[in-house]
C-alpha cells in the first residue's frame, strides 16, 4: 500500500516535471524563434538606427544633405549669367578608415544640382581629363587640382576633407570599454579665377560606444 | 576482465589525447605547408593551401596575415591588401574576452585560443598594407593606413616601438603633403636608427660610412628604399649588415637597420612573461585540482585525466613566419630620370649575400621614387625577392 502510494507520487511528479519542461521548451522555442529566423525589411536610411561608431549610411546621408543646405544658403560671390559652374575635385579622406569620400562628394553635388543652384561638371568628363594628364583624382596637388577645374570651364571648385580623432577609455577595473569616434568633414568651394576660398563649411559629428569587454 | 578494461581506457585516453593533438596540428600542417612552399617560391601552392579559412577557425588571423604576405610577394598587392584588412578586421573583434573561445586556454593550453597577434605584428600588418598600397600609387589609402600605424603606436601600452612603421607612416604623410605629421613621426626616431640620424625632412643622414658616394652630376633626386631582409638560407651565420644601392657599377648609397623584428618578438614576450606565467600558474593549480577530485571517485580515471590534461599542457609559439627579420630603409640621392637599381645585401665582413635588380616607382611630381623589396639570401631563386609594379 505504502509503496503504490509512493508510485503514485512518483508519477505525479513526474507529470509535474514533464509539464514545467514542455512549457520551458514551448517558451524557450518562442522567444528564440526570431533568433533563429532569417529575416528581411525595409528600412528608410536616413531614419534607420547606428549600428556602429564609425562611419555609415546615415553619416553619408546627413552630411551630405546638411553640406548641401548649408552651401545653398551661402551666395557666391560673383554671379556668371545663368546658374554657375562647380567641379568637384575630391573630398581627402584624412580618417583611420577606408571611406569612399567620394560617394560624400557625389552626395553633396547631386544636392546641390537638385537644389537648382549650380551647374555641374560631368563627373566622367572630370575624370577623363584627369587621367589624360596622367593624375588620380587623390594623388591631385592644390595645384593641379586649380589647373584641371580651370580646364573643365568651371568657376567653382569644390574640395573638401574628413578628418577622424578617435579615443578610448584608458586601463581600468571595467566591464565595458568606451570609444569616442569623432569627425569632421570640411568643405570648400574656390572662386577658380580669383583664387580665393568663396564658402567653407563644417560639420562635426561626435559617437560614443560603449562595448563589454566579455562576450560568447 | 580487469585488464581488458584497463586496456580499453588506456585506448581511449590515447584516442582522446590524439585527437585533440590531431585537431591542433590540422591547422598547423596547413600554415607549415603553406610557408615551405612560400620559401620555395611557390606562390600559387601557398595560397592554395592557405583557402580557404574556415571563419571559426582559431588561427584564420594567423592564416590571413601569411597568406596576405604570399599574395604580396606574388604582386596579388588587391588581394594581400584584402587579406590584410580582414585580418585586422578579425582582430579587433577578437579584443573581447570570449567565454566560449578563451575560457578553455584556462584548462587546456593557450595554443586553443584564437590568435590575435601580438602588437608588433599588428602593426607591421598595418605597415605592409600600407605598403600594398603605396605600390599600387594609392596614396591616400597607404595614409589612412599610416594614421593607423601612428594611433596602434602611440597607445602601444609598454610594447617596443618599431622605426620602420614610424618611418614609413611619416613617408605616407609626406607624400600626401601633411609635412607636419611626417616631421612629427621623423622626429620620434632621429636617434634611434643605429649608423644614422633621421631629419625632420625623412633624410636619412649617415654617422658612418665606409661607402664614398660619386658625386652625380645634374638635377638630383631622391630614391626611396623599403627592404625586407629575410632569413637567409645556405648564408651560415652571416647576419646582413646592410645593402647597398647602385646605378650599374656606380654606388649611390646604403641601406640602414630600423627594425630588428626578432627583438621585438623577444621584447614583447619579455613583456608578455609575467602575464603568461600568472596564467600558466592557475591553469597547473585547476589541473591538479580536477585530478584530486576525481582521485576521490576513481584513481584510474584520475590517472587518464592527467595524462590528458598534462599531455595537452604545450606552450603558444604561434607566429606571423613570412615576416622578413630585419627591415631596412634607404634614402639617397640618385641621377634624375634613373628607375631601375642594383641591389647588393653585404654581411659585417662585407661578403656579398644577396644581388638583385629592382625597379621603381615615381611619387606623385617624380622627384622622389619608392622601391620595395624583398631580399632572401641564396636560397631563393632571383625572382623571388622581387615585386613588380
Request: hydrophobic share 40%; proline share 3%; aromatic share 6%.
Amino acid at each position: 500500500m505504502k509503496n503504490d502510494n509512493t508510485m503514485l507520487k512518483g508519477e505525479g511528479n513526474m507529470k509535474k516535471l514533464a509539464t514545467i519542461a514542455v512549457i520551458v521548451l514551448t517558451s524557450i522555442l518562442m522567444s528564440g524563434c526570431a533568433a533563429f529566423r532569417y529575416s528581411v525589411g525595409e528600412k528608410d536610411p536616413g531614419q534607420a538606427g547606428t549600428l556602429t561608431d564609425t562611419y555609415d549610411q546615415k553619416d553619408l546621408l546627413n552630411w551630405g544633405n546638411q553640406m548641401a543646405n548649408a552651401l545653398s544658403t551661402s551666395q557666391l560671390p560673383v554671379q556668371t549669367a545663368g546658374k554657375p559652374i562647380l567641379v568637384a575635385l575630391g573630398i581627402e579622406n584624412r580618417t583611420m578608415s577606408h571611406i569612399d569620400t567620394r560617394a560624400i562628394s557625389d552626395t553633396i553635388t547631386s544636392a546641390l544640382l537638385n537644389n537648382g543652384k549650380v551647374q555641374l561638371v560631368n563627373a566622367d568628363v572630370r575624370d577623363r581629363l584627369l587621367k589624360e594628364q596622367g593624375y588620380q583624382m587623390q594623388n591631385c596637388t592644390a595645384e593641379t587640382r586649380v589647373n584641371i577645374g580651370r580646364q573643365l570651364g568651371a568657376r567653382y571648385m569644390l574640395t573638401g576633407s574628413l578628418v577622424e580623432i578617435t579615443s578610448e577609455s584608458g586601463k581600468e577595473v571595467r566591464v565595458s570599454k568606451k570609444r569616442d569616434v569623432y569627425y569632421q568633414l570640411s568643405v570648400n568651394i574656390t572662386d577658380l579665377e580669383t583664387g580665393l576660398v568663396s564658402v567653407n563649411k563644417q560639420i562635426d559629428r561626435l559617437r560614443r560606444s560603449s562595448s563589454p569587454i566579455i562576450g560568447w | 576482465m580487469k585488464l581488458r578494461n584497463i586496456e580499453s581506457r588506456q585506448m581511449a585516453q590515447i584516442g582522446i589525447i590524439s585527437i585533440a593533438l590531431l585537431s591542433a596540428g590540422c591547422t598547423s600542417m596547413r600554415l607549415e605547408t603553406a610557408r615551405n612552399q612560400y620559401t620555395s617560391g611557390e606562390y600559387d601552392k601557398a595560397i592554395e593551401e592557405l583557402t580557404p579559412i574556415p571563419k571559426d577557425n582559431t588561427d584564420r588571423v594567423l592564416f590571413l596575415m601569411e597568406r596576405g604576405m604570399v599574395k604580396q610577394m606574388a604582386s596579388d598587392y588587391r588581394g594581400s591588401i584584402q587579406d590584410w584588412l580582414d585580418a585586422a578586421k578579425a582582430a579587433e573583434a577578437l579584443d573581447l574576452y570570449s567565454l566560449t573561445g578563451d575560457t578553455p586556454s584556462l584548462l587546456i593550453n593557450d595554443r586553443v585560443m584564437p590568435f590575435r597577434g601580438a602588437p608588433y605584428e599588428r602593426i607591421l600588418m598595418r605597415t605592409y598594407t600600407a605598403q600594398s598600397y603605396m605600390a599600387l600609387k594609392e596614396w591616400e589609402d597607404a595614409a589612412v593606413e599610416a594614421r593607423n600605424i601612428v594611433y596602434m603606436l602611440e597607445n602601444r601600452d609598454g610594447f617596443p616601438d618599431d622605426p620602420y612603421s614610424r618611418y614609413l607612416a611619416g613617408l605616407s604623410f609626406e607624400i600626401n603633403g601633411d609635412s607636419e605629421s611626417a616631421t612629427f613621426q621623423y622626429r620620434q626616431i632621429s636617434n634611434t636608427v643605429y649608423g644614422a640620424v633621421i631629419q625632420d625632412t625623412g633624410t636619412i643622414l649617415p654617422l658612418t660610412s665606409r661607402i664614398t658616394c660619386n658625386k652625380t652630376s645634374g638635377r638630383q633626386n631622391e630614391l626611396v628604399c623599403l627592404i625586407g631582409l629575410a632569413i637567409l638560407q645556405n648564408a651560415g651565420d652571416a647576419e646582413p649588415s646592410h645593402v647597398e644601392i647602385y646605378d650599374g657599377n656606380r654606388i649611390l648609397g646604403q641601406s640602414h637597420m630600423f627594425t630588428d623584428i626578432g627583438l621585438l618578438a623577444e621584447a614583447t614576450r619579455a613583456k608578455l612573461e609575467l602575464r603568461r606565467g600568472a596564467k600558466s600558474l592557475l591553469r597547473i593549480a585547476l589541473k591538479e585540482w580536477l585530478i584530486h577530485e576525481m582521485v576521490k571517485k576513481d584513481k584510474e580515471a584520475a590517472a587518464v585525466l592527467s595524462v590528458l590534461l598534462y599531455g595537452l599542457e604545450m606552450e603558444d609559439i604561434r607566429r606571423w613566419e613570412t615576416l622578413p627579420r630585419w627591415l631596412h630603409i634607404a634614402r639617397i640621392q640618385i641621377p634624375a630620370g634613373l628607375k631601375r637599381f642594383r641591389l647588393v645585401a653585404r654581411d659585417n665582413n662585407g661578403q656579398i649575400i644577396d644581388e638583385q635588380l629592382i625597379d621603381s616607382i615615381a611619387i606623385k611630381d617624380d622627384n622622389i621614387r619608392l622601391a620595395i623589396c624583398r631580399m632572401q639570401g641564396p636560397g631563393f631563386k632571383e625572382r623571388n625577392g622581387k615585386m613588380k609594379f
